[in-house]
């Protein structure tokens, strides 16, 4: 009887030791899992820039012990100066190893060199800002930006493969006279030429010189049923304005028309408004959730194969895959060097969200500076 006693404490004992044993390496593997540096990523305010500021705050939400946000001025013209001291102010945290800054603006790659000269070590990450690329490349460690003049070749290539014999571009002259928009103009004019499309340019009243949107999209009203009753269905219709596409794909739905990309080409423009989708406020950046309600709504109004887009905002995209890289770079001791070229960026982004892109360097000597254009899906 003693003997067995002694075997039940001896046991009881021994599991005691086991699991405060097996509690301490759990703690320290949790505490081990930690980490213990920041990323920070500044963008415009929610009310300037909504996609930029939910995609910075998605990962905050997903790395809150590393992720610091912080935003731009409201008034960034005037109050360039304010910013920049804000970006800079992040190097003073020891912890900082990187800083992703993201404002589809110029004026601030003054603040990314005065981090350099703080913190050397500090990684740096563009994503993007628009000052001038020659400079940027020069002093920031990694930049990235949308191939806004890449597309103006994939759209109407894409507006081709889905049927289209006819380009119609509007835009109106303020927005012509930028140059993005300009040049992203003409390379569509020199890819229909070169596949055989009709390339039919309009000129819209301009909202920012005349009586707003309203005055614009009520001449698409009126303009679209004439050019679809001279060219046919089988037209694709682009839009160098956001606002336009509230008019083009209601237009397209009733019409039947091409529509393979928006100028900003994201699912959660106008497609939900115009096609009364319900999105629960849970499922707003459910991507996947969304494209399938777009390509239902498209099946009912017999559209299958006519509207196209990417499956998520690059706005969303370029700011998270931002900082994923910067994480990436930290917790892997990897230098720029080793994940700038074409094929780790791509892969990365299909490991990491799913999309296929494609990454390109802006000139063919760039080392650090990117662009990409993403790949479509039809609906």
């Known amino acids: 009887m003693f003997k067995k006693v002694i075997s039940i404490v001896l046991i009881t004992i021994f599991l005691a030791m086991s699991i405060v044993g097996c509690g301490t390496k759990e703690t320290a593997a949790t505490k081990k899992s930690v980490a213990d540096y920041k990323i920070g ?28 946000h912080i935003t731009l001025p409201e008034n960034f013209s005037t109050e360039i100066q304010t910013a920049i001291s804000q970006i800079t102010s992040l190097a003073d945290n020891p912890k900082m190893k990187a800083i992703v800054v993201v404002s589809g603006q110029s004026g601030l790659l ?7 000269e703080k913190r ?3 990684i740096t ?11 940027m490349s020069k002093y920031v460690d990694i930049n990235l930006d949308t191939d806004w003049a890449r597309r103006g070749v994939t759209i109407v ?16 002259p303020t927005h012509l006279a930028k140059e993005s928009v300009a040049k992203r103009r003409d390379k569509m004019k020199e890819t229909c030429q070169k596949l055989g499309v009709k390339f039919v340019e309009v000129v819209t009243p301009d909202p920012q010189t005349g009586n707003g ?15 679809i009753a001279k060219y046919g269905k089988d037209t694709n219709v682009f839009g160098s304005n956001c606002p336009m596409y509230d008019v083009i794909i209601d237009e397209a739905l009733k019409q039947k028309f091409i529509v393979a990309e928006q100028c900003c080409p994201t699912p959660t423009q106008a497609f939900p408004t115009v096609m ?55 917790d892997n001791n990897a230098k720029a060097d080793k994940v700038m070229n074409e094929e780790f960026l791509n892969k990365f982004a299909k490991d990491k969200f799913k999309v296929g892109v494609d990454f390109k360097k802006l000139k063919p000597e760039s080392k ?12």
Do not use: C
Request: charged share 25%; proline share 7%; aromatic share 10%.
């Open 41 to 68: 990523i500044v963008t415009p305010t929610l009310s300037t820039s909504e996609d930029e500021f939910r995609a910075a705050d998605n990962m905050k939400k997903k790395y809150p012990d590393i992720v610091e």
């Open 110 to 116: 003054p603040a990314l060199q005065k981090v350099k």
């Open 120 to 122: 050397p070590d500090i």
């Open 125 to 135: 990450i563009t994503a993007p800002i628009w000052d001038d690329p020659e400079m």
């Open 157 to 172: 290539e894409k507006a081709q493969k889905m049927g289209a014999k006819t380009f119609i571009h509007y835009s109106f």
């Open 213 to 227: 949107p309203a005055a614009m999209q009520q001449f698409l009203r009126e303009d679209l049923p004439r050019q």
């Open 276 to 330: 009364n989708l319900e999105i629960a406020k849970e499922d707003a950046g459910n991507f996947d959730k969304i494209n399938k309600m777009i390509t239902e709504k498209a099946a009912k109004a017999d559209m299958t194969g006519r509207l196209s887009g990417w499956p998520m905002p690059a706005t969303i995209f370029l700011p998270e895959y931002a900082v994923e890289l910067g994480k990436y770079m930290i």
């Open 368 to 379: 650090n500076y990117f662009m990409f254009v993403m790949d479509s899906i039809i609906y």
